[in-house]
């Protein structure tokens, strides 16, 4: 069955440092992949997307991911913090409609002062 | 450009009734998708419409159903609500649902059954 793993629930950093939340895929081929962003009372926001081509992709607010086949890994990133980054992030695949994604469990991010 | 938009906010409900959360996508575009977002989980496809046809279906009972209008508003019905249902109700446009196609997400139904 197709599905996303994102392994870690909780993850605080502190403001300034740096992030790194993982995002592992099971399918049957190469899906496209995506990171979304939802703060509370809102909908989810798309950071970025990864169809094909260069495999370190850019995004929204500084924020960028690498899709690594090998790992069925497709990790997002971000060199420096901001407080205002503390939301909820979802990782998420399909490979026949964007509409019939499927979401990893999200990983809460907490941003220290 | 407007962007998806949902009603009402918050629902509550009681168990074995029926709920009808609306949406309005954004103008063009002739797909949506909805999907449950229960506490501490990510989202899950119910079903998905393409110029008013259903388009594809999750893991979702026939109680589940959804009208999609030529006006770009859509609806998703539950009938004989249970209290699992309880959950965050999203909503989501895209021009074509295409493989390259980008969502744009409403801000979500809180339903609560009782």
């Known amino acids: 069955a197709q599905s996303v793993t994102q392994p870690d629930i909780h993850i605080t950093v502190s403001e300034g440092a740096s992030l790194e939340l993982r995002c592992n895929y099971s399918y049957g081929a190469t899906p496209y992949l995506f990171w979304y962003v939802q703060s509370p009372g809102q909908g989810l926001q798309l950071l970025l997307k990864y169809f094909s081509g260069d495999t370190l992709v850019q995004g929204i607010k500084g924020f960028e991911a690498e899709f690594k086949r090998s790992q069925s890994s497709f990790n997002l990133r971000k060199p420096s913090v901001h407080w205002s980054d503390a939301a909820e992030y979802f990782c998420a695949a399909h490979n026949t409609n964007a509409g019939k994604s499927t979401f990893g469990d999200g990983t809460t991010l907490t941003v220290k002062p | 450009e407007t962007g998806v938009t949902q009603s009402p906010t918050h629902l509550i409900k009681t168990r074995g009734q029926q709920v009808t959360l609306r949406c309005s996508s954004q103008s063009g575009h002739n797909t949506v998708s909805w999907y449950q977002q229960a506490l501490g989980q990510g989202p899950q496809f119910i079903f998905q419409?393409?110029?008013?046809?259903?388009?594809g279906r999750g893991n979702f009972p026939p109680r589940f159903s959804g009208l999609q209008f030529p006006n770009y508003s859509s609806e998703l019905n539950v009938n004989a609500l249970e209290l699992d249902d309880s959950a965050l109700y999203l909503c989501?446009?895209?021009?074509?649902?295409?493989?390259?196609?980008?969502?744009?997400f409403g801000p979500g139904t809180r339903l609560t059954v009782l």
């Open positions: 419409y393409y110029r008013e046809e259903e388009n």
């Open positions: 989501a446009s895209s021009p074509s649902g295409g493989v390259t196609d980008t969502q744009y």
